[in-house]
């Protein structure tokens, strides 16, 4: 059973960066596509990007792409999230994800979920 944990995520002004990782224990991450998800209060959840096991694929949100990379490293077990040129609306809970999806931005094909971190942009 693979465990993941989502980095601290924080406050950070329209415009700033951040980057999330997500530490993943008890299995390994190289057998799974792995994700990013997100939820903003009173919405549900929405796919932000997702990383193919070599990590040589990535698909990005349209609202994304650009300025976020997903990346990963199968040694050590974490995947990661660059965010730049952030916005006021990409403040929202942001889940990390691994499975191995049959289509990668729909939640439901991911079988293994972190807590969330709280990622807010103040414009």
């Known amino acids: 059973q693979v465990q993941l944990v989502e980095s601290e995520g924080g406050l950070v002004q329209a415009g700033g960066s951040l980057r999330l990782s997500c530490a993943a224990s008890?299995?390994?991450?190289?057998?799974?596509?792995m994700a990013w998800f997100r939820q903003a209060p009173g919405k549900e959840r929405e796919f932000v990007a997702a990383?193919?096991?070599?990590?040589?694929?990535?698909d990005y949100a349209d609202s994304v792409k650009g300025r976020f990379t997903i990346s990963r490293d199968n040694a050590k077990n974490t995947v990661y999230l660059q965010m730049n040129a952030l916005k006021p609306a990409d403040t929202a809970i942001y889940y990390c994800?691994?499975?191995?999806?049959?289509?990668?931005?729909?939640?439901?094909?991911?079988?293994?979920w972190g807590q969330g971190t709280q990622v807010t942009v103040s414009s």
């Open positions: 994800a691994g499975g191995r999806p049959i289509i990668t931005f729909t939640s439901r094909w991911y079988d293994y």
């Open positions: 008890g299995g390994s991450i190289s057998s799974y596509t």
């Open positions: 990383v193919r096991r070599s990590g040589d694929t990535t």
